[in-house]
């Protein structure tokens, strides 16, 4: 018996030991505000990641046990927001134009300046210079640029610089001058030629139809197949750097994409966003076997590139009118919209792609393609049978009241972006009414009913920056921030259930919310510092927000250095 009590304090002290021995990590995030995103767990100090995975999550003191001197990386969050890395459900990824002038939240003009300069000395005499994305708002003096903010830096080269919303862009006196635009030229209708009200002078701002008078001249630019191919890599590079730079460590491309290219990356160690990536939608089951071939060679319990889901188009859009509705547009009686298939083709493709096992989304925006899409797969459940299928409806835009329990009820995922909202509900209105409105980007009716939200930006249609679609979601409001209460109010959400969808939600979309979307012990070391509290701060604080780490599959793939 005392041998046994030896034996047994020998074991104890020996566990004690080991305890206290705790396994080692690779990198560690300290004195963190960590939101987990996970519901056992909600809130933590501190994160431990041994190769991609996260091997503890708890106090600083405790993780602090975890770090081996000289081995470790330490990275001290200094009571900063931690957060699992956004996970862009819906968007359309590619490489970038290496050459295109990026001027998003530009603050000093004289940037712009200074980034023409340098495209100008890379380029040939004649050859167009393009860039944008600039907002005049952001400017330190608010005021509109003008074309001599370029002219000296660009004497022989054309240079367009278009604003944010594409529908005003800035030209040089080169670009005026071949366009034949003078002051004795007449706006064109639906267009302006901004003038200086002193003197009467084209400032280089046109405006929307006026932008269909620029002639930018003929100066054609050949490139060997060779120059051609590397220019592609080099936009692939530079998109994946911006994901990274924003906190995106995960993306479902809507439609197809090249694998090789992501292959490549993957190689060569650019891959700092995990990406799934779709087809179209077909019921050719030659095709769908083709698929099935590809999908083995990247498959779903894949972490880095793996086969998406199949994707058709139900509709068209509210913006032009041809979104799928029940009844006629209210600013356009004759009109209900576009129907892209017939139903019953439609509803063919699905039941032949479910019945094969694949995952399907479609993009639906108007209440009458929302109910088709609900019907075929609720027909894929009767035919086929009922299996964890998380068919998506892409966008789920407006919906017939009537409709919102269907997707928690048929398991099927609203996978929608946040900034379409502030982005549309300027027109929104007028195209539908207020009636329709009611099932309108409808988070709330649709969380109330159970279904599992995922969030995207629907990217380059919008901004890839996560901070604009968690704005979004909280505000409801547009981007310079309006008085009251925002659009439809009571449908807007926290910032923690934002977080969520944008995490855990898309993950869930994919398949993989047992290795990704939280802050856990075993999933995947996807993970964000932002340098605000989003959870503490002001609405108009949170599209200024930026991140300052971001770490995907435990390797930090951007750090701002502050
Ligand atoms: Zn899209």
Redesign the pocket.
């Known amino acids: 018996m005392k041998n046994l009590i030896t034996l047994l304090s020998i074991i104890t002290m020996m566990t004690a030991c080991s305890n206290s021995k705790k396994e080692k990590a690779d990198l560690v995030i300290i004195n963190g505000r960590v939101l987990t995103i996970d519901k056992e767990n909600p809130m933590a100090e501190a994160i431990a990641i041994k190769g991609e995975k996260i091997i503890a999550v708890g106090t600083t003191r405790n993780i602090s046990g975890m770090i081996a001197k000289g081995t470790t990386e330490v990275v001290d969050a200094s009571g900063r927001l931690v957060i699992p890395g956004f996970n862009d459900a819906?968007?359309?990824f590619g490489p970038l134009d290496p050459d295109y002038i990026e001027l998003r939240y530009t603050t000093d003009p004289s940037v712009i300046t200074e980034k023409v300069r340098m495209q100008v000395a890379k380029s040939k005499p004649g050859q167009l210079i393009m860039g944008g994305h600039w907002v005049h708002e952001l400017f330190i003096d608010k005021n509109w640029p003008s074309r001599e903010l370029i002219d000296n830096v660009s004497p022989d080269n054309p240079v367009l610089l278009d604003r944010a919303d594409g529908h005003s862009t800035l030209v040089n006196t080169y670009v005026l001058k071949m366009s034949g635009i003078t002051r004795e030229t007449k706006d064109p209708f639906g267009g302006e030629i901004q003038r200086n009200p002193v003197t009467g002078e084209p400032t280089g701002i046109l405006k929307d139809a006026a932008m269909d008078l620029i002639k930018t001249g003929n100066a054609i630019i050949t490139r060997s197949p060779d120059e051609e191919k590397e220019r592609t890599w080099q936009g692939y590079k530079l998109a994946m750097k911006e994901a990274c730079e924003l906190g995106v460590t995960s993306i479902q491309n809507?439609?197809g994409a090249d694998f090789n290219a992501y292959e490549r990356l993957r190689q060569e160690g650019f891959l700092t966003s995990r990406i799934d990536i779709g087809a179209p939608l077909t019921g050719n089951s030659g095709v769908l076997n083709q698929y099935k071939e590809q999908e083995k060679k990247y498959p779903k319990d894949g972490n880095w590139i793996r086969f998406g889901y199949l994707k058709a188009f139900a509709d068209g859009s509210i913006g032009s009118s041809t979104a799928l509705m029940f009844d006629p547009y209210s600013d356009d009686t004759s009109n209900s919209g576009l129907a892209m298939w017939p139903y019953e083709e439609l509803e063919k493709m699905i039941l032949t792609a479910d019945k094969m096992g694949f995952q399907i989304g479609i993009?639906a925006i108007g209440d009458k393609a929302n109910n088709w899409i609900l019907n075929a797969y609720e027909k894929a459940i009767g035919v086929n049978g009922k299996r964890d299928s998380r068919h998506r409806d892409?966008?789920t835009q407006t919906l017939q009241l009537s409709d919102i329990p269907r997707f928690a009820k048929l398991g099927v995922i609203p996978s929608m972006?946040p900034t379409h909202c502030i982005s549309d509900k300027l027109f929104y209105e007028k195209r539908v009414g207020i009636e329709r409105c009611k099932g309108t980007y409808a988070w709330r009716s649709l969380l109330n009913e159970g279904a599992q939200l995922a969030f995207g930006t629907?990217y380059q249609?919008e901004p890839l920056n996560p901070m604009e679609g968690l704005y979004a979601a909280v505000s409801r409001k547009d981007r310079l921030g309006e008085e009251g209460e925002g659009w439809f109010p009571e449908q807007k959400l926290t910032m923690e259930e934002a977080i969520k969808y944008y995490t855990l939600g898309s993950a869930y979309a994919q398949f993989m919310e047992d290795r990704k979307g939280m802050i856990k012990t075993g999933y995947l070391a996807d993970i964000v510092i932002v340098d605000k509290d989003l959870l503490t701060i002001p609405e108009d604080q949170i599209m200024k927000t930026k991140v300052d780490y971001t770490i995907t599959g435990g390797r930090i793939v951007y750090s701002s250095g502050r």
């Open positions: 819906h968007l359309h809507a439609g993009h892409e966008h972006q629907d249609v």
